[in-house]
């Protein structure tokens, strides 16, 4: 097994070396929440890791116009480059990975990452995201980029005002979230992903809001400038714009092995903190239980590496040539 310790320089590398020393914090994810949490406790003067799968939602946004700061927009990729030259310009060390296994260790935790390098920590922060359930669709990621194909009616329904829009979903969950949609447009359609009629309720709302619900989707493919479903019944229908909802996979294994607290959805329950019910484990962005949302995500960061710096014991600047002190001479930590 291999062990890793920070750098004393700021860096972005792949897993290699030897140093056992324990890290202040341990970050998972670097997506805009562990970026922004990197670069909070780079400038706390925290020794910090952030171990990366390279897998950020973020990565898909082909411009995103509610991200606070960018006018005329920014894409995903540009955005996740600004953050990570942010941190490793405060110092924050970014190591490509992925962590199989998360374990106590007394009252730090061990890291384990698929490659068999370990890391130790006195507190972790999670920020490893959720993944998307995508349509089997072909050409999705060119759909995506074109904007025909949306994953999320909050970051940019307002970009689809006045589109045709369909939202591509079980029953129930299509209606939900098509009259959400109706703010942003007058002709939207509810198409099943799978058989099974709606509830009375989501009836009723379907019918108020002048929603439509059409019958199972046999395909979906795109021409560049819209969706066209094929229905069971033979059917054919173009739409401007298509938001499936499908479901996710939050990736809170880490967490729930260490007994963490999740809701319906595998998401984590954090106090106002952001830490989980595993004490000294945090989680900040879309893996909790919260708004999926880039403004959001960096919002938990600051708060958990900020929790995270007042609860290590204190890393006061002192005169080099003065001796530390000992101890016994060191008041006890303050809350966060
Ligand atoms: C098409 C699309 C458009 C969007 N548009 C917008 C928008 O306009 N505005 C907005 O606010 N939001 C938007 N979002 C949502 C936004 O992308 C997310 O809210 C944001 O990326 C969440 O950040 P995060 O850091 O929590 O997770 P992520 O960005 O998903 O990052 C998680 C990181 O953790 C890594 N990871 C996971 N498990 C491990 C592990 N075990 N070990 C190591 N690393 C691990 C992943 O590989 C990934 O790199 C959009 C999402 C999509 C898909």
Not at 60 to 71: A, L
Request: charged share 20%; aromatic share 6%.
């Amino acid at each position: 097994m291999k062990t890793h310790a920070p750098a004393a320089s700021s860096s972005s590398s792949s897993p290699s070396a030897t140093r056992t020393a324990e890290l202040d914090c341990l970050v998972v994810g670097a997506g805009p929440a562990g970026l922004t949490a990197a670069t909070y406790l780079a400038r706390f003067h925290r020794r910090a890791v952030v171990v990366d799968a390279g897998r950020s939602r973020a990565r898909w946004i082909p411009t995103s116009h509610n991200c606070p700061g960018f006018p005329f927009g920014v894409a995903g990729p540009a955005l996740l480059e600004k953050l990570r030259a942010q941190a490793v310009g405060y110092g924050a060390e970014i190591v490509s990975g992925r962590i199989a296994r998360l374990e106590r260790d007394g009252d730090a935790f061990i890291a384990c990452a698929d490659d068999g390098t370990r890391w130790t920590a006195r507190y972790v922060i999670l920020a490893t995201g959720i993944v998307d359930q995508m349509p089997s669709m072909p050409g999705l990621e060119d759909a995506i980029a074109r904007n025909v194909v949306r994953m999320c009616a909050v970051c940019d329904a307002y970009e689809a005002s006045d589109d045709r829009i369909a939202v591509y979903a079980p029953a129930d969950v299509a209606i939900r979230h098509a009259v959400f949609l109706r703010t942003f447009s007058r002709n939207v359609v509810a198409v099943r992903s799978e058989a099974g009629e709606p509830s009375d309720a989501c009836a009723r709302l379907a019918q108020e809001a002048r929603v439509s619900v059409l019958p199972v989707a046999r395909s979906l493919e795109h021409d560049g400038r819209c969706c066209v479903f094929r229905l069971e019944d033979d059917s054919v229908h173009r739409f401007d714009t298509v938001y499936p909802v499908l479901g996710c996979n939050a990736q809170s294994e880490l967490a729930t092995a260490l007994g963490a607290q999740v809701d319906e959805n595998g998401e984590l329950h954090v106090d106002g903190h952001q830490q989980t019910s595993v004490d000294g484990l945090f989680a900040i962005g879309d893996i909790v239980s919260a708004l999926n949302q880039i403004s959001v995500a960096v919002g938990h960061a600051a708060i958990a590496a900020t929790s995270v710096h007042n609860r290590l014991p204190p890393n006061f600047r002192e005169d080099p040539e003065a001796q530390p002190p000992s101890a016994a001479e060191l008041p006890s930590p303050g809350g966060a």
